[in-house]
């Protein structure tokens, strides 16, 4: 991290290892540095899974070993306006949403961003792993050092607005390297472990909790021709290349979730891992979201993955003639393509943005009848 000119920067602690050596790394390099603890989520605050207390004591904690104020804020009323009812009618649409893009977009570098200009803030700064750098006067998103760490997949959404104000202090930085720093400036979270599961809610068992918020609407388990294999709890529960909890037993390679025919209510599921209609060279992409404002041009070589632990694909953008839509073709047909996670694409490594997955395209691969995912 290099930033020539001293500013005041407001860098959200989240409680975690990565903020609070992102915040350290930052004093060092002479900048004004003020903690935010942003809370998020309250419908369960005094649940067995919600950690927000023991993250908020955490942060506290960090700020007085590194001697910078920390101030609490709530955004609960923008996370359910701005993340939350969207992640509820995606799952209800049947289809598998990620939330940690709508959080950074909407919550982090928004709510938050808008609360740090207010406080005086010159830039604001995170833990993530990414990277951020100016080109001829565009603001590039770039994948962090530490590949098993990137997170500008979950970034790309971010605008020239939001790229300018922010900070990633721990672009260059290995996480091991991370939490060395950490025990060595005595922070007591230097071995706490990541968070995972929703963003701001946490790990929870999943469809105990979106039961809370969706009714169960169980429904037959098909094979692609209609044979019937079983019984679903719910098209909302399952994602597809889903392996496990179907209760599809017998002989043979295990069963798969291929699709969601949603008019029938029905679980599309086929056997073993490399079946045809598990796989797709293409798909069909909506509300999508360009880091500069304008979209690579059509036929270019790109990387693109999507989901985010994905090894970079070959592929292109190509137009579409349905309006606000575009495809993108891949050179190797790709495994579990999922309506609603992300497809992100990459120019080496500056991250140019992404859509919404609507559906696979899997006219140009051999086997099967495809699978509607969308119908």
């Known amino acids: 991290m290099s930033q020539a000119r001293k500013s005041k920067v407001v860098v959200g602690l989240s409680g975690g290892v990565d903020s609070a050596v992102a915040a350290w790394l930052l004093k060092e390099a002479g900048h004004e540095v003020i903690g935010v603890f942003m809370k998020n989520w309250e419908d369960d605050d005094t649940d067995e899974h919600c950690t927000s207390r023991e993250d908020l004591v955490d942060a506290v904690s960090a700020a007085e070993v590194l001697g910078i104020e920390v101030e609490a804020v709530n955004f609960a009323a923008e996370y359910r306006e701005r993340v939350f009812s969207l992640f509820l009618a995606e799952y209800r649409a049947g289809r598998t949403p990620n939330p940690d893009v709508l959080c950074n977009s909407e919550i982090k570098f928004k709510a938050f961003l808008d609360h740090a200009i207010a406080m005086g803030a010159d830039h604001i700064a995170t833990g993530h792993y990414a990277g951020v750098r100016e080109v001829d006067g565009l603001f590039q998103l770039l994948r962090a050092q530490d590949a098993s760490k990137d997170q500008s997949y979950f970034l790309h959404r971010l605008n020239q607005v939001q790229l300018s104000r922010a900070l990633f202090p721990l672009a260059s930085w290995l996480k091991r390297d ?198």
């Not at 006219?363 to 009848?369: F, N």
Request: aromatic fraction near 8%.
């Open 178 to 375: 991370v939490r060395a720093c950490a025990e060595r400036i005595g922070l007591p979270l230097h071995a706490k472990k990541d968070s995972t599961g929703i963003c701001f809610i946490g790990e929870r068992p999943f469809r105990e909790f979106l039961n809370r918020y969706l009714p169960k609407e169980p429904g037959d388990m098909v094979t692609p021709d209609g044979r019937r294999m079983g019984r679903h709890l719910g098209l909302m529960y399952y994602t597809i290349g889903q392996r496990q909890g179907l209760g599809i037993g017998g002989e043979g390679a295990p069963w798969y979730v291929a699709g969601k025919r949603i008019a029938t209510n029905e679980l599309v599921v086929v056997q073993g891992h490399d079946h045809p209609a598990l796989r797709a060279d293409g798909l069909a992409a909506a509300d999508w979201s360009w880091t500069t404002g304008t979209p690579p041009a059509y036929g270019v070589a790109l990387g693109g993955k999507t989901r985010y632990r994905q090894t970079d694909a070959n592929c292109r953008l190509e137009p579409s003639s349905e309006a606000g839509m575009a495809s993108v073709r891949f050179d190797q047909p790709q495994w579990a393509i999922t309506p609603g996670q992300s497809v992100v694409l990459y120019d080496a490594d500056v991250c140019l943005g992404g859509g919404i997955i609507e559906r696979a395209l899997t006219d140009c691969v051999s086997g099967d009848q495809p699978v509607d995912q969308a119908a």
